[in-house]
């Protein structure tokens, strides 16, 4: 009883401290999104202090950061449908036609690392005078989600019961039409699952937006920078459009990470 004892008090300890240590600098980024660059300089400030808006109202209006989120809401969308139109029609033909070899092509590209292809990618896509778009932002974003989509989706057809497929194309259904009205519905949660993931690394990507975006389609992560010059940092506005940056995203991973979970494990629990 004292050994048990022991070890739930030394885990309650571990968990708290492990927490406090995330969540620190989370806390004191909102915090200082409400000072001055005073206020945020000033040690004893940094609990109580008089709070101010001024940094977002910087953030809302003065730097456009409305059309910023506009931007990083449809590059987020956009590859996300195109990662999930191609992903899940990709995932259920390697997985149901034992297509190993596209497979394991997959997984390599999924384990590459996407800023390997960023030179590459801007040598073509320069070329093809199609850097400062959209167009470029949402292919590359496309590009590295797409695998991670096939990765979830196989998973997910492999645990599906093959027997109600082979049933539907007993009464006459073709393999499309059996995916279509059989599979699909089924792996609903799967779909939505590798949708949030993706929609997620979208949201937050930076390197592939730096270099990629022009003046009027850059995204948040890049904008961000504009409070950053070469002799002094605004550290109000820099920690309050770190704020808009983080905090839908976390809201949003917060309220679905259920269904994020379920998703991930039920390829491995069914079948």
Do not use: C
Not at 48 to 58: G, H, I, K, L, W
Not at 185 to 203: C, D, E, K, R, Y
Not at 205 to 210: C, D, G, H, P, Q
């Amino acid at each position: 009883m004292k050994a048990r004892s022991a070890y739930r008090i030394f885990r309650f300890v571990a968990l708290t401290v492990v927490v406090i240590a995330l969540l620190a600098p989370l806390f004191w980024m909102i915090a200082a999104s409400f000072k001055t660059n005073v206020d945020i300089y000033d040690t004893g400030k940094a609990v109580v202090f008089s709070p101010t808006v001024d940094n977002y109202a910087n953030v809302l209006q003065q730097a456009n950061y409305v059309q910023f989120i506009g931007n990083s809401l449809w590059v987020a969308f956009a590859a996300t449908a195109l990662s999930l139109l191609l992903g899940v029609p990709a995932a259920y033909s390697m997985s149901r036609f034992n297509m190993r070899k596209s497979a394991l092509v997959v997984l390599m590209a999924r384990v590459i690392p996407g800023v390997s292809l960023l030179v590459p990618w801007y040598y073509v896509f320069s070329n093809l005078q199609m850097v400062g778009g959209f167009g470029v932002l949402i292919l590359s974003h496309m590009f590295v989600s797409l695998p991670l989509v096939v990765y979830i989706m196989m998973g997910y057809f492999d645990g599906l019961p093959l027997e109600l497929e082979e049933a539907a194309l007993v009464d006459g259904l073709t393999h499309i039409g059996a995916f279509r009205r059989i599979t699909l519905p089924l792996s609903v949660p799967g779909v939505a699952t590798a949708g949030i993931l993706s929609f997620i690394f979208s949201w937050n990507n930076f390197m592939f937006a730096l270099v990629l975006s022009g003046a009027d389609t850059k995204t948040l992560p890049v904008a961000i920078f504009d409070f950053v010059g070469y002799a002094s940092i605004d550290w109000g506005g820099l920690m309050a459009a770190a704020t808009v940056v983080t905090l839908p995203i976390m809201l949003i991973a917060l309220f679905v990470q259920k269904y994020v979970v379920s998703g991930l494990t039920a390829g491995a629990t069914k079948g």
